[in-house]
Structures are given as structure tokens and as C-alpha cells.
């Protein structure tokens, strides 16, 4: 059974700092690929960035310079450090594994971030 578990969610004021974590099991973790996603209330979910399961990582330009990911293979989980943080990073941010070369998607249940002085 797959399961992505993220945590470190929270609410915190416009310039700090948060890092994320998504937990695999039930997966080769080192063969996915992740990523992690974010959807605000009313607006469609949007990737944020992504790390291949060869290290190579994609970050969207929105976030770019404030948000880094990296994985820890032996742990099995993946982080999401947010640095800087504005009020419109408030969102639910999502975890997201593909396996190399595979169609199937598997998500986390989600984690709420709040940015609000």
C-alpha cells in the first residue's frame, strides 16, 4: 500500500521560514520522481517544484530563489524548505510521487500552510 504523508505545515508570518516533509512507504522511493504541489482556496492546484529520482530538480518561477526541494533516499521522504514566505504561499501543498517512466500518480493528503502576519 502507498502512502505520501506530509507535515511541518503551519502558520507563520510574512518573511519566515517553514519546512515541509512528505514520508513515502510502500515504494522504491528512489526510483519516483516528486514534487510538490499547492492549491489556495478558490484556485486550481499548481506545481511548485519538483525533484527527479536522480536528483535534478525544477522549481516554478514563482517560488524561485525562496523555495528549495531536496530528498533523502534513505529516509524515504522528501522536503520542502519555503523560505521568505508571502502571504500568497498560503495554500494546501501536496506531495507528489510518479515513478521513472510510469503514468500513475500518487498524492498525500495534503498539509495547510498559513502566511499571515
Known amino acids: 500500500q502507498v502512502q505520501l504523508v506530509e507535515s511541518g505545515g503551519g502558520l507563520v508570518q510574512p518573511g519566515e521560514s517553514l519546512r515541509l516533509s512528505c514520508a513515502a512507504s510502500g515504494i522504491i522511493f528512489s526510483t519516483y520522481d516528486m514534487g510538490w504541489y499547492r492549491q489556495a482556496p478558490g484556485k486550481q492546484r499548481e506545481w511548485v517544484t519538483s525533484?527527479?529520482?536522480?536528483?535534478?530538480?525544477n522549481t516554478a518561477d514563482s517560488v524561485k530563489g525562496r523555495f528549495t526541494i531536496s530528498r533523502d533516499n534513505a529516509k524515504n521522504t522528501v522536503y520542502l524548505q519555503m523560505n521568505s514566505l508571502k502571504p500568497e504561499d498560503t495554500a494546501v501543498y501536496y506531495c507528489?510521487?510518479?515513478?521513472?517512466?510510469?503514468?500513475?500518480?500518487?498524492w498525500g493528503q495534503g498539509t495547510q500552510v498559513t502566511v499571515s502576519s
Open positions: 507528489k510521487g510518479r515513478r521513472v517512466r510510469g503514468t500513475y500518480d500518487y
Open positions: 525533484i527527479s529520482a536522480g536528483g535534478r530538480t
